[in-house]
């Protein structure tokens, strides 16, 4: 089993950053595909990026992509999301969760609590 913490959210104002933590807790953190989701009022848990095993494959959403980056630590049993020139649509609460690369949310098995990130403009 997989027990995952999110940090890193806040307030943030338009063209500014943030990067979240995943801390992750278990043996096969490191052998574990883990991926980001969001959350914004009214809308779908959309995909955000996702990450392989060793951090050799990234996937992102064309939303996000050239903006957030995914990496991971696997001595720190952490995975990241850098975001840059945030945007006030940027606003949601983000979840990490253990499982896949995939984007549909099903075929992940753990998720974290989330962690709020508002963008004002």
């Known amino acids: 089993q997989v027990q995952l913490v999110e940090s890193g959210g806040g307030l943030v104002q338009a063209g500014g950053s943030l990067r979240l933590s995943c801390a992750g807790s278990?043996?096969?953190?490191?052998?574990?595909?883990m991926g980001w989701f969001r959350h914004a009022p009214g809308k779908e848990r959309e995909f955000v990026a996702a990450?392989?095993?060793?951090?050799?494959?990234?996937y992102y959403v064309d939303s996000v992509k050239g903006r957030f980056a995914i990496s991971r630590d696997n001595a720190k049993n952490t995975v990241y999301l850098q975001m840059n020139s945030l945007k006030p649509e940027d606003t949601a609460v983000y979840y990490c969760?253990?499982?896949?690369?995939?984007?549909?949310?099903?075929?992940?098995?753990?998720w974290g609590q989330g962690t709020q990130v508002t963008v004002s403009s």
């Open positions: 990450i392989n095993w060793n951090g050799g494959s990234t």
């Open positions: 969760a253990a499982g896949s690369v995939s984007g549909v949310k099903s075929r992940y098995d753990y």
């Open positions: 278990g043996r096969t953190f490191s052998s574990t595909n």
